[in-house]
DNA sequence: TATGAATGAGAATTCATTCAT
DNA sequence: AATGAATGAATTCTCATTCAT
């Protein structure tokens, strides 16, 4: 299995690197290459074109943040608290990794769309945690029965999306953890005067 | 003034056509320059260079596009109704004109990161819609008043931008209008079991 | 019509010297503009590919040389008188421009299957004079009428082809001219002691 | 000597395959060294390098393919005998492997101009076949003693040659074999009225 | 002997932009 | 103002060959 060979590894954080630091369309295989410490034919062994360096990396990336989401949402009892977890999790995730923060909220979006669907693919898991999540919440009588869940999913993400997108084009100069409970609570009871 | 000549105009409703029927990449300046009736070289005495008519698209029809929004608001007496008539106005002006949506929400986001700043820029005078919305519906007692306008403006534009790239990305099979109620309600109430 | 825009004709005249020069692998098409005095660009708008040029090359050069070949046997008489004036007609085209000479029998056979075919297409027209002068030899009893056309035209060819290439290949140390009128006989008479 | 090892012939022979399946240009190395059951580097044991691979190849076919032929010539009495059953057995052995055939006429003549310099250094030993028939035939006085012995033996090759290359290109549709008689009296008697 | 992972040189083509007319 | 022919920079991927094991 080639995935579990180091070359395959160093390769995808040289990727992330090289289009954090360059941009997308200066990220020019030769340089993932160099950064990577192999040859650029190295690359072809592992990949089957640039285009799969950048599915395989969001594949790859996505995939470990969204497992580490649902390894911690399991240990939260309602929906709620999930929710919250989960805006956690994902803040922190890439707060902690400006670069890959970059390649996935700038730099990856410029693909093509032929590449925009393939990384749609790896979000559908995402977005089931969240159905999964309000479904919950809905089963506890704390969410609105009557929601679409689609709507839903749209609002979560979106928000989600749209706020680390900012920080990001906002060169990180605030604390994207500390907007956590702030959206969370927004999430929840969106603008209405709250209750308490 | 260039942009009051008819040719200035001629060249943009070509980009949007040929961006939305041949996708980003595959728009030449010549596609561009044959459809609208003119010569390659004669682009060159309406826009500085290619990525100025991106931009001068955006600006052009998105200010048409938040124009509207406005005239509309002012005919509404409270933030709730504005937000609702905001909701409707971005879903119907796009639903009316496709290309549009095609290029706005999928072509144009393929761009690089210095072109998405200056159309981060045009979307400026969006926000500051949304805001004053946000900022009446607090001054009215209906919104919470301790919110983050920031997070606000994001999770607003977040959920509408991401509704609607999805409604795209589907290739408009639903009918986007009739997400305008639910929308509305979910940014209002946000997941929480309804006080109704 | 771009064929006649001398810049075509530029193009094909240098593809000629270049690949004469350099061998058909080490004639790159940069090469080729360089030689035409043009931009590497400008060559894409007068042919679709690399192998236009080649194929446009054969064409128009092959054109010419049997067009020759046609116009001088028109002045013979009878079959034989043609016969031999085609195959002095073919040495004496190529040893006059030994560039063309080693590009068609030497330089030319390295493309590949598909180019070749296209290659065979212009020589159809050759085959066809071979044809036309055959039966004109049956029709005047002087060549054998049961004589099976296919192997003649391809023993015609086969020959000649053969001759020249060998010329071609021993850096036409001798003069091909000398052979014609031996050529001539052999066709003919075959190997039989003659008659005479 | 490593002509004799089975690992030679193997590769020899996959090498014939895969140039007969996949055309010279589509046959890399590592496509062979496959075929052949051995590992990439293999190869390089029994071969200097690919062209080697092809030289050899030739040499050992070829150098069969003309030793039947000087065998079957043996039992033949006299020139005309020979030719013909020169001419036969050149047929019927490229007609019993087509492989063979289709990488000796088509694929292996997409080679550069090095690698048949070194293929005609083979063919030399063929063309001596000839030129001893033909000296035969001359002494016998059956062929015509003034003929120019390079003529002729252009002649008899680009005939066999160009015939074969027909066959191949048709897709071998139809019988070779049949062919032999009419060329050997085409060979002998050429074009003329035959005078039996 | 045999392996096969790693190497790295090399070339066709596109297309935004210019400028002589 | 308008034209459109000409420009030329810039990059992915293949595959023959090597060499540590």
Redesign the pocket.
Known sequence: MKKN???YKQIIDAAVEVIAENGY???????I?KKA?????????????????LVSLFQEKMGQFIEKIEEEIQTKSNAKEKLLSMVEMHYSQLAKNHQLAIVTQLELRQSNKELRLKINDVLKRYLEVIDHIVQEGMDEKHFDPSLDMRLVRQMVFGTLDETVTNWVMNEQKYDLMQQANGVHQLLINGLSQSRE
């Not at 369309?25 to 340089?31: L, T, Y």
Request: hydrophobic share 30%; proline share 4%.
């Open positions: 060979k180091p070359k369309h200066s990220s020019q295989v030769s340089k290459a410490g192999v040859a650029d034919g190295t690359i072809y062994l592992y990949f089957k074109n640039k285009e799969d360096i």
